[in-house]
């Protein structure tokens, strides 16, 4: 069966589920309509979130981005921490960049909100868990559709990064601002992780096995700084900056 020039296989078989019917789509032959009208338009679609972010956030001027889970509740301590962290970040003249949902997103955005500092949320379509936090300053609330767009964001914008706790989304925004970092496309910001005992392992990782196999080379293990406290984690950002004589109140 086909709607609009598009075979939809959920309809040809109903008992596909969701995975089956994006995998039977992507092995197909697709047509010419759908190549011009979906493929070739998802160009513009891209280039419309690449357009509308860089205006928004051109004159934003120096910003941290603070990475963690969606899923950690008020009540948990890194949630209370990452909110401190954001407010005495704010304070040292620094906007605060989330991916605008709830748990440690909302944590940031929240930090940055009560210190009366720049909040901007980079929010992203997804079935679940994600929606904006009501601390995000309105003319800074972004929504998008594509993740790799969403991150260019990030790290475009961003002269330090806060990561919190988190799950496989954090762990893609870890690693791609090291990557950038380590292959010299963006400056060396400093890089925060939060929690010893939650990053320990796969630091050790890092050591044992990346490090013993020749895929990263020993200065890379310098990439980012592990902490335990929210004093710690500022003022590790704010040695960087003093480092450098850079004043970044405006």
């Not at 700084?225 to 970044?248: G, L, M, P, Q």
Request: charged letters at 25%; one cysteine or more; aromatic letters at 12%.
């Amino acid at each position: 069966m086909e709607m609009d020039g598009t075979r939809d296989e959920s309809l040809v078989n109903p008992a596909l589920d969701v995975n089956e019917t994006k995998l039977h789509n992507s092995l197909r032959q697709k047509t010419w309509d759908e190549t011009i009208t979906k493929d070739s338009w998802m160009v513009f679609k891209v280039m419309a979130e690449f357009v509308d972010g860089y205006e928004k956030l051109a004159k934003i001027g120096p910003c941290v981005s603070i990475f963690g889970s969606a899923r950690l509740k008020p009540e948990s301590k890194y949630y209370e921490m990452a909110v401190e962290i954001a407010e005495k970040i704010t304070k040292l003249g620094f906007g605060i960049i989330t991916g605008g949902g709830p748990g440690i997103m909302e944590a940031g955005n929240k930090g940055a909100f009560n210190a009366q500092g720049r909040s901007i949320g980079l929010n992203i379509d997804l079935p679940f868990e994600q929606h904006f936090n009501p601390y995000i300053n309105k003319s800074y609330s972004m929504n998008f559709d594509y993740f790799f767009v969403r991150k260019v964001m990030f790290v475009k914008y961003s002269q330090g990064f806060v990561v919190m706790p988190g799950g496989f989304g954090t762990l893609d925004e870890l690693t791609e601002a090291m990557t950038l970092i380590q292959t010299n496309k963006i400056g060396k910001f400093p890089i925060v992780l939060v929690g010893s005992e939650f990053w320990g392992g796969l630091l050790e990782w890092f050591k044992a096995t990346l490090l013993k196999e020749g895929m990263i080379a020993e200065g890379d293990l310098d990439l980012y700084r592990v902490v335990d406290t929210a004093d710690e984690a500022v003022a590790h950002i704010k040695a960087f900056y003093d480092k450098y004589s850079v004043n970044v109140n405006f």
